[in-house]
């Protein structure tokens, strides 16, 4: 699975963006896709996951209240949208895929198989 993530950029803090990430090679049917982000210097970090298969959802406590992941089944797409974003955000934001990660383990980034090549979240002050 090759994985696609865009929609970074640069923001004014209070602002909102929608990350993007797609598949290519096959639908995401099956995995459980998550975004992580890695501000420079700082461990990568868990944001949120969909479980493609029903769409249940976890977020990290921290972020759930301007965070929210989404899926578009028919687009094979899945979606971060960032709310009233902050400088603390700034970060490469990663998604990530797994078919065999279990629920508890869904946080970790060495859990997940299929990694994008990261975008871009710069929030300006």
């Known amino acids: 699975v090759q994985l696609q993530a865009s929609g970074g950029g640069l923001v004014q803090a209070g602002g909102s963006l929608r990350l993007s990430c797609g598949a290519s090679?096959?639908?995401?049917?099956?995995?459980?896709v998550g975004w992580f982000r890695q501000a420079p210097g700082k461990e990568r970090e868990f944001v949120a996951v969909i479980k493609w298969d029903g769409g249940t959802t976890i977020y990290a406590d921290s972020l759930k209240r301007r965070f929210t992941i989404t899926r578009d089944i028919t687009k094979n797409t899945m979606y971060l949208q960032i709310n009233n974003l902050e400088p603390k955000d700034t970060a490469v934001y990663y998604c990530g895929a797994t078919a065999r990660t279990i629920h508890s383990m869904l946080g970790v980034p060495s859990s997940y198989e299929y990694w994008g090549q990261g975008t871009q979240v710069t929030v300006s002050s």
């Open positions: 090679g096959r639908t995401f049917r099956g995995y459980k």
